[in-house]
């Protein structure tokens, strides 16, 4: 069993034929996707609703080219993100299982698991009982993923529901408290909340107190990309690693990036995926090598950037997660020579403030 990843692009919000092509040319079987991480070019918030296009035209596709049914192909992680600031190009990364090896296991190579949480109340977000929900789902998903080593886990994403105005007042009907009555701050609560699930899973952090999420910035995962949504009620872990008897011919690695100018951490993460890089121009050989960079980034809560002082918490005009996204997009894009990456921000407990996660995932050349 090994397993593959393979990026296509979208053309529009509900544009599943870069999906479609991948089936038609043999590229991928509909009946082996796994889980599918992508970008959309909607206003990111909560009212995003290119995400449930994009979700709906692939899980379409599924059933239309495969033979699974309508419910277990709702079972299937699609973690939409959105927005696509600046020279960010909408994009999804399609993971399959493949029954072949495809390539010599000399070398531990890419392992997926999926695991669906459940039902998260809108009374937990942002609380230690979601933090144990997100930390058993990274455990069932590891184990699917035939990973044992938390040190093998190398990006983790996930996608949470978030507070609206309806699941706030179905809490206060229950006689439940919230962690906040603003939606746009619960997004970050919830995929804060959920990092710190995934850091408590693989050992990076002890359970936090309840007074520590949200608070605590020097609580952090340096794997998770976590990312949420008012079209679902549980949580979808997607974890990535390497295992050794995978097969195949992808590995991923990571890196942390320390602050938004911090192009070292993504040459990083792709050395440590297997692809020798310098900090530099990338070698014209490894072209199509780099199948997708995925990133956290978050707004330095302390005005700075190394030294100097950043505004764009005080903008009133643009809000300072389109901004910080259009930026570190630049600088990855700029990097790998690719605008088709993945930059996701609220990243609360996700890499230090002000920096974020980083990860590659890269084919080698058949050895």
């Known amino acids: 069993m090994s397993f593959a990843a393979h990026k296509v692009l979208l053309g529009g919000v509900s544009d599943a034929s870069g999906f479609e092509s991948l089936i038609s040319e043999g590229e991928v079987d509909p009946d ?45 992680p699609m973690a939409w993100s959105g927005g696509t600031d600046g020279v960010i190009s909408p994009n999804a990364v399609v993971l399959s299982r493949n029954q072949g090896s495809g390539g010599s296991n000399s070398l531990s190579r890419m392992a997926v698991g999926i695991s669906m949480s459940e039902p998260i109340r809108p009374e937990d977000i942002g609380r230690p009982e979601m933090v144990n929900v997100m930390a058993e789902g990274v455990l069932v998903a590891m184990e699917n993923a035939g990973i044992s080593d938390p040190s093998d886990v190398h990006f983790v994403q996930t996608k949470t529901p978030l507070l609206t105005m309806e699941s706030i007042s179905d809490a206060a009907r229950r006689g439940k408290t919230v962690f906040t009555h603003e ?98 121009p990338l070698d014209p050989d490894l072209e199509g090598r780099i199948i997708q960079i995925f990133a956290k980034a978050e707004a330095d809560p302390r005005g700075v950037l190394r030294g100097h002082r950043q505004v764009m918490l005080n903008d009133s005009d643009v809000h300072h997660h389109r901004q910080i996204k259009a930026a570190v997009g630049g600088v990855i894009a700029a990097a790998v020579d690719d605008p088709a990456i993945f930059v996701s921000v609220a990243a609360l407990h996700q890499g230090p403030p002000g920096g974020g996660p980083v990860a590659a995932i890269v084919e080698l050349p058949d050895d």
């Open 183 to 280: 939606p746009l701050e619960s997004m970050a609560i919830s995929n804060g909340t959920a990092a710190l699930g995934v850091g408590v899973a693989l050992g990076e952090i002890e359970m936090p107190r309840p007074e520590q999420i949200g608070h605590d910035l020097d609580l952090y995962c340096s794997v998770a990309s976590c990312s949420s949504g008012v079209e679902l009620e549980r949580g979808q872990i997607v974890v990535v690693g390497n295992a050794a008897g995978a097969g195949g011919r992808f590995r991923v690695g990571h890196s942390v990036m320390k602050d938004a100018i911090d192009s070292a951490g993504v040459y990083e993460a792709i050395r440590e995926a297997g692809l020798p890089v310098s900090d530099g």
């Open 32 to 76: 082996d996707v796994i889980a599918i991480v992508g970008k959309t070019e909607g206003n990111g918030g909560v009212n995003d609703y290119t995400r449930i296009l994009a979700d709906q035209a692939f899980r379409s596709a599924l059933l239309t080219l495969g033979t699974r049914s309508t419910s277990e192909v709702e079972q299937i």
